[in-house]
Nanobody, 115 residues
């Protein structure tokens, strides 16, 4: 079955960096686009970044120039490198894949940006 396991969250000061990882299994990883979403307290889940099997990327305007999504097809891992973090980036970050029209989610990893 499809499994997504995120890691790498934590507490970081404003201006700092974190790298999130999402280990995928249970589907042919190289054939599917992957995505990162986030959900802040009291807000709806929002799309952060996507990456296609051919490494074409897309980003939300709020994080353009600060975050980078990438994938390692050998390891079946998708990454989110987050730089110049701001308090507004505080959220639970989720990995996502849509397989056969069904959305799959990881358990999420908490990112807190605070001094």
């Amino acid at each position: 079955q499809v499994q997504l396991v995120e890691s790498g969250g934590g507490l970081v000061q404003p201006g700092g960096s974190l790298r999130l990882s999402c280990a995928a299994s249970g589907f042919p990883f190289t054939l599917y686009a992957m995505a990162w979403f986030r959900q802040a307290p009291g807000k709806e889940r929002e799309l952060v970044a996507t990456i296609t099997p051919g490494d074409t990327t897309n980003y939300a305007d709020s994080i353009k120039g600060r975050f980078t999504i990438s994938r390692d097809n050998t390891k079946k891992v998708v990454y989110l490198q987050m730089n110049t973090l701001k308090p507004d980036d505080t959220a639970v970050y989720y990995c996502n894949v849509k397989v056969r029209r069904h959305d799959y989610w990881g358990q999420g990893t908490q990112v807190t940006v605070s001094s």
